[in-house]
């Protein structure tokens, strides 16, 4: 199994960012997915998630509305798009699969992508 996240990079703030997560080697539609970020010096935190529902598009809002999360099951990709960031917003991002659905907590993910960083400037 395999998560390529990409799509970081260097952002003034208030600015926007779309992160991308492609998975192969499971059965995507059957997993939750989300986002977790960590920033320097601090412990990994869920960002957001979503199960699967059997639309073939899927989103939800995160973080007040700055954040959605949306999965594209025939792409067995998922997008975290980014608005109004802030500098407390940089870290690594982080996707995550779970077999059981996605949970705040790190302990239930299943595999997990190897980070792409979002820097916010100020």
């Known amino acids: 199994v395999q998560l390529q996240a990409s799509g970081g990079g260097l952002v003034q703030a208030g600015g926007s960012l779309r992160l991308s997560c492609v998975a192969s080697?499971?059965?995507?539609?059957?997993?939750?997915m989300g986002w977790f970020r960590q920033a320097p010096g601090k412990e990994r935190e869920f960002v957001c998630g979503?199960?699967?529902?059997?639309?073939?598009?899927d989103y939800t809002d995160c973080l007040n509305g700055r954040f959605t999360i949306s999965r594209y099951n025939a792409k067995n990709t998922v997008y975290l798009r980014m608005n109004s960031l802030k500098p407390e917003d940089t870290g690594v991002y982080y996707c995550?699969?779970?077999?059981?659905?996605?949970?705040?907590?790190?302990?239930?993910?299943?595999?997990w992508g190897q980070g792409t960083l979002v820097t916010v400037s100020s």
């Open positions: 995550a699969a779970s077999s059981s659905g996605y949970s705040v907590g790190t302990e239930r993910w299943d595999y």
């Open positions: 080697g499971l059965t995507f539609s059957t997993y939750g």
């Open positions: 979503l199960n699967w529902s059997g639309r073939s598009v």
